[in-house]
């Protein structure tokens, strides 16, 4: 059965992705737009490469797409299967780039507020990036799944097939890493010194 496509914006990612595997195209596009822009931004999270990113998206979904009729309800949250493929599939690309030059990172194109705030914007993304990228590959997945993609601590042990203790773990080291990378820029980053 095909439903409207305007009324399957209430209806879960692992339905959604079952009435596919039926033959639901509606479903399929529906979930497309849902989920890909955050396969994309957590991509480019971990690639620092925007295109490289929408290459990874994209096969990530052709190969969600290939599961989906066997897909089996209950087992797995769509959106933990989906983002343990990207983690792999940036791992992956990110091994075969070691050697080579990394130093090209892909500055995110900004709105149109002001010029000062487009360049203070800027600078705080590319201080928190580079704290990122300093991190060890393992805690900056963690981080970057908790805090910047808002991922619970159980889906992230499933994406990265380890315990919840050691994703706590990874990530307040992470935490603390990237506090202690940026503590020496506040002032420069245009936060206000709080006095502690």
Partial sequence: MTMPFDALNDVSDEALL??????????????????????????????????????????????????????????????????????????DRLRKRR?????????????????????MQRQRVDALQMALDSLPERQREAVVLRHIEGLGNPEIAEVLEISVEAVESLTARGKRALAAALASQREILGFENDGS
């Fill in 18 to 91: 079952v009435a596919f595997g039926n033959g639901d195209r509606a479903a399929a596009r529906a979930l497309t737009l849902r989920l890909t822009p955050r396969v994309v931004g957590y991509a480019a999270r971990l690639l620092k490469d925007r295109e490289e990113a929408e290459d990874v998206a994209q096969d990530a979904m052709l190969r969600l797409w290939k599961i989906a009729p066997e897909w089996r309800q209950g087992e797995a949250q769509v959106t933990t299967w989906l983002y343990r493929v990207v983690t792999n599939l940036c791992t």
């Fill in 99 to 119: 050697g080579k030059g990394l130093d090209e990172i892909a500055e995110p194109e900004d709105g149109r507020p002001s010029q000062d705030a487009v360049l």
